[in-house]
């Protein structure tokens, strides 16, 4: 079983930055965690895809709406993921999920994703 925690959501003002961080514990190096992501969900909205990436080929894949502002990592000999979030405006005021999956890595495709995490709350103010 593979166990995801989110962590450095908070507020910030529009054009801030912010990192957040998902430590993996557990069974982390296996076909059902070479894809890592991060969705996002705001309030009456549906959960949607930021980034991902694949852990063997570092390819990275972003959402249209964050391209250029978002940047996602992956750190193996920590089992951490990262997104590091630029230029933030009040738009990207969500919860923040990390999740875990077999590949296709896709940025969509939330149910394409094993593991969850608990989530991490941005909020940006204008």
């Known amino acids: 079983q593979v166990q995801l925690a989110e962590s450095g959501g908070g507020s910030v003002q529009a054009g801030g930055s912010l990192r957040l961080s998902c430590a993996a514990s557990g069974y982390t190096y296996s076909y059902s965690t070479v894809c890592m992501g991060w969705f996002r969900q705001a309030p009456g909205k549906e959960r949607e895809g930021v980034a991902a990436?694949?852990?063997?080929?570092?390819?990275?894949y972003y959402a249209d709406s964050v391209k250029g502002r978002f940047d996602i990592s992956r750190d193996n000999t920590k089992n951490t993921l990262y997104l590091q979030m630029n230029s933030l405006n009040p738009e990207d005021t969500a919860m923040y999920y990390c999740?875990?999956?077999?590949?296709?890595?896709?940025?969509?495709?939330?149910?394409?994703?094993?593991?969850w995490g608990q989530g991490t709350q941005v909020t940006v103010s204008s």
């Open positions: 990436i694949d852990t063997p080929s570092s390819s990275t």
């Open positions: 999740a875990a999956g077999p590949p296709p890595c896709r940025v969509q495709g939330a149910a394409g994703y094993k593991y």
